[in-house]
């Protein structure tokens, strides 16, 4: 089995709108378990989300949780420190389209010094996005 590295998102509640939302933006096969669907149907968070992941046809995973006080020893703190890279061709405009609707764009698409087109956003959901693509 190869390693893989792949982002996994916690959000404060909000993990189902999100990964649904990932899902319009890159297409793919979601499967979201619930607190409930891991056997406990009682909780008061029995419908959040404990596991999420998203494989799209292009090879991406993103992967995600809930954490919204429920969990004391991982708190959700979210933060500015780490982006979603993507990087490659053309069709990554509109990826960076789509997930700009609701976000703010921190840097358009435009070309660089290095020859790419490159550019950031922060999604609705406060995800920063750095988006890379290879112009030939």
């Known amino acids: 089995m190869e390693s893989r590295l792949n982002p996994y998102i916690r959000f404060n509640g909000r993990a189902r709108q999100a990964m649904e939302f990932y899902q319009e933006v890159f297409g793919g096969k979601l499967e979201i378990r619930t607190i409930a669907d891991f056997g406990s149907p009682d909780s008061p968070a029995a419908d959040k989300v404990m596991h999420a992941r998203l494989d799209t046809a292009d090879g991406y995973t993103l992967m995600a949780c809930d954490v919204d006080g429920q969990v004391e020893d991982v708190p959700?703190?979210?933060?500015?420190?780490?982006?979603?890279?993507?990087?490659?061709?053309?069709?990554?405009r509109e990826y960076f389209e789509k997930l700009s609707v609701g976000g703010t764009v921190t840097m358009p698409l435009?070309?660089?010094?290095?020859?790419?087109?490159?550019?950031?956003?922060?999604d609705l959901f406060g995800i920063s996005w750095m988006v890379n693509i290879t112009l030939d």
């Open 110 to 122: 435009e070309k660089q010094l290095w020859g790419d087109e490159a550019g950031a956003l922060v």
């Open 76 to 92: 959700h703190s979210p933060g500015n420190n780490v982006a979603v890279y993507l990087g490659g061709g053309g069709k990554l």
